[in-house]
């Protein structure tokens, strides 16, 4: 059985997009990361969480994957600019799914240091990490809200990971590597 984390910001939670619409209210930079991350480290966690919502009820999916039993650990594995950005994201997963394990990673450390690659399951809204996950030995899912269906990794050129925007396509990816179905294209 293999690991499954699931990103926050983009998948689970649409963060992403009031927090760009304030910052440029705000008129931060959108060029400068440091000012990008000065701002994640000082915005109001608890308003963009509730402005956004959840994305495709990525919630009740989760809880799906979770008790599908199809992997060792379903877990929300998020990036974090400041300790309280973190605490505020696990308070909102144990508070509307409880089951789940949420691991909060300083942004500047890549999600394929921080966890097994190997053999596990990333799904992520960016492409770099999805990469560099492929790369460490992962199956990387890459998450888009635009796409309507599952797209394999051989359907596209240059491209070593499958694309989705149902967290229930997981349940798809893993039978197909369970059953050595699927052997990705080097």
């Not at 909102?92 to 799914?97: G, L, W, Y």
């Not at 409880?98 to 799904?123: Q, S």
Request: net charge negative.
């Amino acid at each position: 059985m293999r690991y499954l984390y699931i990103d926050c910001d983009g998948v689970t939670l649409n963060t992403i997009k009031p927090a760009f619409l304030e910052m440029k209210e705000l008129g931060v930079n959108l060029k400068d990361d440091d000012a990008i991350t000065r701002y994640f480290e000082q915005c109001d966690w608890n308003k963009l969480i509730k402005i956004g919502g959840q994305i495709n009820d990525s919630l009740n999916k989760i809880q799906i994957l979770h008790e599908s039993n199809e992997f060792k650990c379903v877990t929300i594995a998020t990036h974090r600019c400041s300790f309280s950005e973190g605490n505020i994201k696990m308070n909102e997963f144990n508070n509307k799914i409880p089951d789940i394990n949420v691991i909060t990673i300083p942004k500047k450390i890549p999600k394929h240091f921080a966890l097994k690659a190997e053999g596990n399951i990333l799904i992520d809204d960016a492409k770099s990490k999805i990469v560099e996950w492929v790369n460490d030995g992962g199956i990387g899912i890459l998450f888009k809200e635009s796409i309507d269906r599952l797209i394999y990794p051989d359907e596209l050129d240059n491209n070593n990971y499958f694309i989705t925007n149902d967290l229930l396509d997981a349940l798809v990816v893993n039978k197909l590597y369970k059953e050595k179905t699927y052997r990705k294209s080097l």
